[in-house]
């Protein structure tokens, strides 16, 4: 059980998560054609991969949820600290073709035992967590060894006037698009966790680059 200082430190955090406004924002993007055209075949492709046990990190509104094959994941455990995120997010389990269960947390601090989950998915995710590194070696905890991880993550551009406008637009994409910084090279991150077999693919434009990264647990 938590102690009294531990259960506010985890409250503030949860507080500091809170986004209403980019949230439904965010709902709105979402919808429209260019987003749904540039990031469904991704999603389709990284997430149609998750099998097992699967724990979906930062599962914002839900766009993830239809694309889970039922033949392969027996169950998702979808964690989203945002309330109003939380709640666009249920609006889409009916739709799910897999048994989701949608629940409260961050990455930082994952209220699960250790080695419970075959797979961990996390789209768009790693940019605004607070603290990149601790979240990884939650995912480490969670998985089983030879578990896989999977991302889609939008990150750091790799040419230097690029990289230099994103750390510029960071005070401004941290305040206005939900803790978002435009600038983190979260393949590093991961490498750095001691993920193994980190395969890494790059999508998007200079200034907008995407990735996807699957790798395993050791
Ligand atoms: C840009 S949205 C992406 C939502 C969804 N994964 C998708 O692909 O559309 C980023 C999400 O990460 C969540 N997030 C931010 N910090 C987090 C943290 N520390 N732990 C878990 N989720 C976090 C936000 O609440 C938000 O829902």
């Known amino acids: ?26 709902e709105r993007q979402s919808r429209r054609r260019p987003m749904r055209e540039l990031m469904e075949p991704l999603r389709r492709e990284m997430v149609g991969r998750a099998q097992g046990v699967v724990l979906e990190l930062g599962a914002g509104n839900g766009l993830n949820f239809a694309f889970y094959q039922p033949d392969k994941v027996e169950r998702v455990v979808a964690v989203e600290p945002d309330t109003t995120m939380r709640s666009l997010a249920q609006s889409r389990l009916e739709a799910a073709p897999v048994p989701i269960t949608l629940v409260e947390g961050a990455v930082e601090s ?38 896989s991880l999977l991302m889609i993550e939008h990150v750091r551009a790799p040419g230097k006037l690029a990289a230099l406008i994103q750390d510029m637009a960071v005070p401004f994409t941290t305040r206005f698009a939900g803790n978002c910084h435009w600038n983190r090279d979260t393949a590093q991150f991961v490498r750095d966790a001691g993920f193994q077999n980190t395969a890494v693919h790059s999508y998007g434009s200079r200034f907008f680059p995407f990735i996807t990264i699957a790798a395993t647990r050791p």
């Open 110 to 147: 994952l209220p699960f035992s250790d080695a419970s989950f075959d797979c961990v998915v996390a789209t768009l995710v790693w940019c605004s967590v607070l603290d990149p590194m601790q979240g990884l070696r939650e995912v480490q905890r969670i998985l089983k060894p030879g578990g």
């Open 1 to 26: 059980m938590q102690d009294t200082t531990s259960q506010e430190t985890a409250t503030e955090k949860l507080t500091a998560l809170q986004h209403p406004r980019f949230a439904r924002s965010y």
